[in-house]
């Protein structure tokens, strides 16, 4: 999937960054993986790797290239498009389809199931992780007699900010009749 990313579009998360040692970790593991399976370790691969690791948040393919060039280096988007693909395949990144129209990217640093609260308006992608939730998936796979393996778990709605910027935009409207 291709397409244009909002630029204003947020990401929030359980942690807004990586650590340091974390993202070092990680980038360790995707230059054995590529060793393993005698792949060329590139500059370019590794910068696009950095680019995600160090940050929790769901990042685009225009959001890594918008970071990357205002680090100053430059790797053109089938270069971030290919990388990427590795990246999933190596089981370091997951790429998320939210209906938007293009992906976005995790990287893949606990193996902790997580649900995403997505804001139709702003991008604004938000994750949430409950005992509760899953409690309540266990009992319904159970139910069911269905052995559940995996899931994913999506709410699309609009974020605390854009409501308060709709009941903003009704009391101004309101003052000026």
């Known amino acids: 999937m291709t397409g244009v990313s909002p630029p204003t579009a947020g990401r929030r998360s359980l942690a807004n960054r990586i650590d340091a040692a974390t993202t070092r970790q990680l980038l360790d593991r995707f230059r054995d993986w590529l060793r393993e399976r005698h792949l060329p370790i590139t500059r370019q691969r590794d910068l696009v790797a950095q680019a995600v690791f ?79 939730m899953e409690r309540a998936l266990a009992l319904i796979a159970d139910e069911h007699e269905f052995h559940h393996q995996r899931h994913r778990v999506e709410l699309h709605g609009l974020c605390r900010a854009c409501r308060e910027a709709d009941i903003g935009a009704i009391v101004r409207a309101g003052r000026t009749r």
């Open 54 to 132: 160090a940050t929790s948040g769901h990042l685009s393919v225009d959001a890594i290239h918008r970071r990357l060039r205002g680090l100053g280096h430059k790797v053109g988007t089938a270069t971030i498009y290919r990388s990427l693909d590795v990246l999933v395949q190596a089981g370091l990144v997951r790429a998320h389809d939210f209906g938007e129209g293009y992906r976005r990217y995790e990287p893949m640093f606990s193996a902790g199931q997580h649900g995403h609260l997505i804001c139709g308006r702003c991008g604004t992608v938000t994750e949430f992780s409950t005992d509760r």
